[in-house]
C-alpha cells in the first residue's frame, strides 16, 4: 500500500470513529454542566434517627494496613455500646493473620475477629458470611486503607431517618495521590466521578454504592438477597437491585482519605476489574435496566452510563491512532491552514473528558494539578483504552476473569518484612 493510500484509509478511518467520540465528549460537558446544577440543589434530610446499633466490616486479605482502618474506628464519637466492628479476614499471610487477631484480642468488647475456612466469593462472599454474624440495623463498610474520621457514623447515618433510604455512600479522598504520575492519574478518575457524576446521582436516585465509605440499611441488604458472591464489582452488582426494587440512595460529599495505586500494574489491574465487573451487571441485568417497572428513564439512562460506557474505548483508541497516522503520513507541504483549524477544531470537539477533569481540579481548587493532569490523560489515558477494550469484551463474551487484590502501598509500613 503505498502513502498515499494508506494515509486516506487512515483519514476514512478517523471521520468515521469522529462523530461517536464526539457524542462521548458532549456527554461529558453535559455531565459538568449539570453536576453544577444538582450540586446546588441540595438534598435536605430532616428529623433524627437517633443511635441505632451499627456494624462496622473491614474486610482484608493480607492487608495489616487494616489495623490502621480498625484504629481509627475505634475513635468514633458514636456510643461505644451502639456499634461493633468486624475485622473480616481472609488473609493467607500469617504475620498478617497474627497482627489482625491480636489488635482483635485487645479490644473484645468493640472488634470481632471473623474468619472462614475458605476463600468462595472473596470480598463479596467474606462479607456475606460475615453479615450472618453481624448485630447491626445497619452495615457500615471500609476497605482496609481507608481512614475514617471520628464524626463519620454520625453523618452516614443522618439519611436513614428516611424509611426507605436502603444505602448511602460517602465522598473518596486519596492520601497518596501526589505520589507520582500513575497515582495522580488514579485519583483523577475517582474525583471526576465523585465530583460530577456522583451530585447527578443523589439528585435522580441512582447513586452507585463504592463498597466502602459507606452504609446501608440491613433489612434492604436481606431482602434483595445479600451480595452477589459472583460479582467482581458487587457493589455496583448490589446498587442496581436495589435500585429496581424501589429504594432511596444518597450521597453525602463528605470525604474520607484512602488510597489509590501507584504502580502502573496495579492501577491497570484495577481498572481491568472494574471495566469488567461494572460491564457484567449490565449483560446479567440488562432486563431490569432496561424494564424494570420501578427504574426511571434518568436512572436507566445512568446505569447504562456507568456499566458500559468503556466499550467505547474502542472507538477512542481507533480514532486517536488514526488522526496520529494521518498526521504523520500526510505531506506536510500540503496541509493548509484550514487544516490546521479543523484540527484544532476536533481537539476541541472530542475534548470533553479533558474539561471535565479541569472543571473538576479548578472546584476543588487543585489549580497546580492541571498540567499533571493534562499529561496523564494524553499518555495513560490511551493505554488505559487498549485495558478497557480487554475488560469489556471479556465481559461481553462472558470470559472468566480472575479476582485480584489491589495492593495497598500502605502495608509496608505496618509489616514492611513482608514487602522486603
Same mark, same amino acid.
Request: aromatic share 12%; with cysteine.
Given at each position: ?15 468515521? *470513529? ?59 464519637? /458514636? ?12 488473609? *493467607? ?49 471500609? #476497605?482496609? #486503607? ?15 431517618? #428516611? ?11 486519596? /492520601? ?74 444518597? /450521597? ?31 449483560? #446479567? ?74 472543571? *473538576? ?60
Amino acid at each position: 500500500m503505498s502513502d498515499v493510500d494508506a494515509y486516506a484509509l487512515s483519514l476514512l478511518i478517523y471521520n468515521a *470513529t469522529l462523530l461517536p467520540v464526539i457524542f462521548v465528549s458532549v456527554f461529558f460537558v453535559l455531565l459538568v454542566c449539570l453536576s453544577r446544577v444538582a450540586g446546588w440543589q441540595r438534598i435536605e434530610h430532616k428529623g433524627d434517627i437517633g443511635t441505632p446499633f451499627i456494624t462496622v466490616q473491614v474486610p482484608a486479605y493480607n492487608d495489616p494496613v487494616a489495623a490502621r482502618c480498625v484504629e481509627h474506628c475505634l475513635r468514633f464519637d /458514636y456510643p461505644k455500646d451502639k456499634f461493633e466492628i468486624q475485622l473480616v479476614d481472609d488473609s *493467607t499471610n500469617q504475620k498478617t493473620r497474627a497482627l489482625l487477631e491480636s489488635l482483635a484480642a485487645a479490644h473484645p468488647d468493640l472488634i470481632r475477629y471473623v474468619r472462614r475456612d475458605n476463600r468462595r466469593g472473596f470480598k463479596p462472599g467474606a462479607l456475606q458470611e460475615a453479615t450472618k454474624h453481624a448485630r447491626g440495623e445497619f452495615i457500615v463498610l471500609f #476497605d482496609a #486503607d481507608w481512614i475514617p474520621q471520628p464524626a463519620f457514623l454520625r453523618e452516614i447515618i443522618k439519611p436513614f431517618v #428516611d424509611p426507605n433510604v436502603a444505602y448511602v455512600q460517602s465522598r473518596q479522598s486519596f /492520601y497518596n495521590q501526589t505520589t507520582n504520575l500513575i497515582s495522580r492519574f488514579a485519583s483523577y478518575l475517582l474525583m471526576i466521578y465523585h465530583t460530577l457524576t456522583m451530585p447527578i446521582n443523589n439528585r435522580i436516585n441512582c447513586v452507585f454504592f463504592c463498597g466502602t465509605g459507606g452504609a446501608i440499611r440491613r433489612s434492604a441488604f436481606e431482602a434483595i438477597g445479600g451480595w452477589n458472591t459472583n460479582s467482581l464489582t458487587e457493589d455496583s452488582d448490589l446498587t442496581v437491585r436495589m435500585l429496581a426494587k424501589g429504594y432511596k440512595s444518597v /450521597y453525602l460529599p463528605f470525604e474520607t482519605p484512602s488510597e489509590v495505586p501507584d504502580t502502573f500494574e496495579a492501577f491497570l489491574k484495577q481498572q481491568l476489574r472494574w471495566g469488567y465487573g461494572n460491564a457484567r451487571v449490565f449483560f #446479567d441485568h440488562w432486563k431490569t435496566i432496561l424494564f424494570g417497572p420501578k427504574l426511571t428513564l434518568l436512572q436507566r439512562g445512568m446505569m447504562g452510563f456507568i456499566t458500559i460506557s468503556n466499550g467505547t474505548a474502542f472507538i477512542v483508541l481507533v480514532m486517536t491512532v488514526a488522526g496520529m497516522l494521518g498526521w504523520f503520513l500526510g505531506d506536510p507541504k500540503l496541509l493548509t491552514l484550514g487544516d490546521f483549524w479543523k484540527f484544532s477544531g476536533n481537539i476541541v470537539l472530542t475534548g470533553g473528558f479533558l474539561f471535565a477533569g479541569l472543571v *473538576t481540579l479548578a472546584t476543588r481548587r487543585q489549580w497546580r494539578e492541571m498540567p499533571h493532569f493534562v499529561l496523564a490523560a494524553l499518555t495513560m489515558g490511551i493505554l488505559l483504552s487498549g485495558t478497557m477494550i480487554v475488560a469489556f469484551t471479556k465481559a461481553a463474551l462472558n470470559k472468566p476473569l480472575v479476582w485480584e487484590c489491589t495492593p495497598k502501598v500502605a502495608n509496608e509500613n505496618v509489616l514492611p518484612d513482608e514487602y522486603s
